[in-house]
């Protein structure tokens, strides 16, 4: 048991239908064998759930995205005779998730296992294996156990005497740098701004620069911007950043943003990520000129959570006349 031009288009179109159909075929060629897939997965589920329980995490839900992906990678695996996290063809846990209508925000980790000579179909005591080789290993027993998940996925395929199992894991997952015992603070506005004024300072006094000031002007800048945001953009690049300014705008010379965004990172804000945000801005070139330039004087902030897991922030930098 092992866990761990025309015609040039026209040619490579071909190959690559060639390639996806024998994958396909190679897939419905194996006689796959799952067993009572449900009853399997609602016991792997319950050991889960015992394991998490007894160390007093959230419970895990069955979910189909993820359960549709586990078991494409163990019939996969299977048909095509290797044994990996990743595909022939590259693709990765978090492919196969978003490939079965999982979200690209979320928090996504896998447990894959194999075994020569195991009966087949795949029984109950299998399941129970799988699950004891998956815990008796602190990396896949920190997947089982990991904070920041809320839905679980299994699947199972045998043939001949060759069996896979794989085990997925979703959720809105943890502020970046990992979460401390217990529930992590959630901050206010105030303190989010306080707390990236630290980390901005801290680099201007290092560099002998003075440092920002807080301006609530320029934080609802930054929310405004921040909600003008659609899809992947995070604010909306034609935006004027002056139209924002709830006061007088002739009292500003100059405005600059910069935005980030994260996935996986937990549901609320905390002093974690406005860190691993402002921590971003400053090791990227364009970003430190702004905001370690001797012209600025005031910063604003502002941050999102979804609650899925997606985090998005927006920075906004000013020269007060």
């Known amino acids: 048991m092992r866990f761990e031009k025309a015609s040039a288009a026209l040619s ?25 897939l449900d009853a399997l997965r609602e016991q792997a589920l319950s050991l889960v759930n015992d394991a998490r329980d007894k160390r007093g995490l959230e419970l895990l839900e069955l979910a189909e995205p993820l359960n549709e992906a586990a078991q494409a990678h163990a ?37 894959i296992a194999t075994c020569g000579g195991c009966p087949v179909p795949p029984t109950a005591s299998r399941v129970d294996s799988f699950h004891e080789g998956w815990m008796d290993s602190p990396e896949h027993r920190q997947n089982i156990l990991a904070p920041g998940l809320d839905t679980f996925g299994f699947g199972i395929a045998a043939s001949g005497e060759r069996a896979y199992a794989v085990q997925t894991f979703a959720g809105p997952g943890t502020s970046p740098g990992g979460q401390a015992a217990g529930e992590p603070t959630p901050l206010s506005p105030e303190a989010q701004l306080r707390e ?11 560099e002998g620069l003075p440092p920002l000031e807080p301006s ?25 950043l002056f139209s924002f300014l709830p006061g007088d705008r002739a009292d500003w010379r100059m405005l600059n943003a910069m ?13 974690a990520d406005v860190g691993h945000f402002t921590g971003n801005w400053l090791s990227n070139a364009q970003y430190r000129r702004t905001l370690l330039s001797g012209d600025v004087t005031h910063l604003g902030f502002a941050m999102n959570a979804s609650g899925e897991g997606r ?7 000013g020269t007060r006349r």
């Open 12 to 36: 490579i179109l071909l190959l690559l239908l060639h390639l996806t159909g024998s994958r396909t075929a190679a897939a419905q060629s194996a006689d796959v064998e799952t067993g009572p």
């Open 196 to 206: 990236a004024l630290d980390a901005v300072n801290g680099r201007r006094e290092e």
């Open 75 to 111: 019939e996969d695996m299977l048909a095509r005779d290797y044994y990996s996290h990743v595909s022939p063809e590259g693709e990765d846990v978090q492919d196969r998730y978003i490939e079965h209508g999982g979200s690209r925000w979320r928090f996504v980790a896998e447990n």
């Open 259 to 271: 935005a980030g965004a994260c996935g996986g990172c937990g549901t609320k804000p905390t002093a």
């Open 216 to 240: 609530d002007a320029l934080t609802t800048v930054a929310s405004r911007a921040l909600a003008g945001g659609s899809g992947d953009r995070l604010i909306d690049p034609s935006a004027d």
């Open 311 to 317: 985090k998005t922030a927006v920075a906004v930098v």
